[in-house]
């Protein structure tokens, strides 16, 4: 069953879990359940999915209850009225705060292969140094970051992530191989540490101030316990 962390008369959210897909797709043929499809079946009534969140992604999922709210949430999304932002756990030392403005190729659509203005906001929460010896190195950096996108391009934070050489742990096939194999061997840890916590919007018809916030989920929470030193949890 899935996690419900907001519910309205024409809206609703879930904190979605790692893995899953928001709805069928032709490049993930292998899954079989899709988050549309167990809300609706939870809810017993037809949900419309406002934007969407990578399969790798846990996190705040938004869902409209009527077409006519799906169509305004939409546009709040395309406006740049909501605000969404992330937690990550990446490679290495970020600064304590940067602006990544970076253009993005579009990867999908009729308009595929065009360049996209694309604008993330990074601000560093905690570093942490580690005695695991990785290459030429004794110990490994990494650092917890809260990333706020002004833009939401695909894969537009694992991009830039990537960009300024602090790839998300667990990322593929935007992060760092080496990475990845050393938490797999380590952690037993394969899962993408990326979660969308938090979302904030007016409501299209009251105007009211909507915020909703997501819990890690068990994998990231067991890695950040590995990683780093106990965080305010309103964070």
């Known amino acids: 069953m899935l996690s419900i ?52 992604t846990s ?29 990550a756990i990446v490679r290495g030392y970020t600064p304590d705060a940067q602006i990544i403005d970076y253009p993005l190729r579009r990867d999908e659509g009729r308009n595929a292969g065009t360049m996209q203005e694309a604008v993330t906001h ?27 996108p002004e833009t939401g391009r695909m894969h537009q934070l694992r991009k830039h992530m990537a960009h300024i050489l ?24 394969n899962t993408m540490l990326l979660h969308a916590q938090r979302l904030v919007f007016p409501h299209p018809v009251s105007g009211e101030q909507v915020a909703i916030s997501a819990p890690i989920q068990s994998e990231f929470d067991r890695t950040m316990g590995a990683l780093f030193t106990p965080v305010d949890p309103r964070i």
């Open 122 to 148: 990074l601000k560093t929460l905690q570093h942490t140094e580690i005695p695991l010896p990785h290459g030429k190195h004794q110990t490994s950096r990494y650092s917890l970051v809260e990333l706020a």
């Open 59 to 87: 996190g705040v999922l938004l869902f409209a209850l009527t077409e006519a709210m799906n169509t305004a949430m939409q546009q709040q999304f395309m406006e740049g009225k909501v605000h969404k932002t992330y937690l």
């Open 166 to 189: 602090h790839p998300i742990i667990g990322d593929r096939p935007h992060g760092c191989n080496k990475q990845n194999k050393l938490f797999l061997d380590h952690f037993g840890m």
């Open 5 to 56: 962390i907001h519910r309205s008369p024409d809206l609703v959210a879930i904190n979605k879990p790692h893995g899953l897909l928001v709805h069928r797709s032709p490049i993930a043929s292998d899954a079989s359940e899709f988050a549309v499809q167990l809300l609706r079946d939870q809810l017993g009534q037809r949900v419309y999915p406002v934007h969407r969140l990578d399969r790798k």
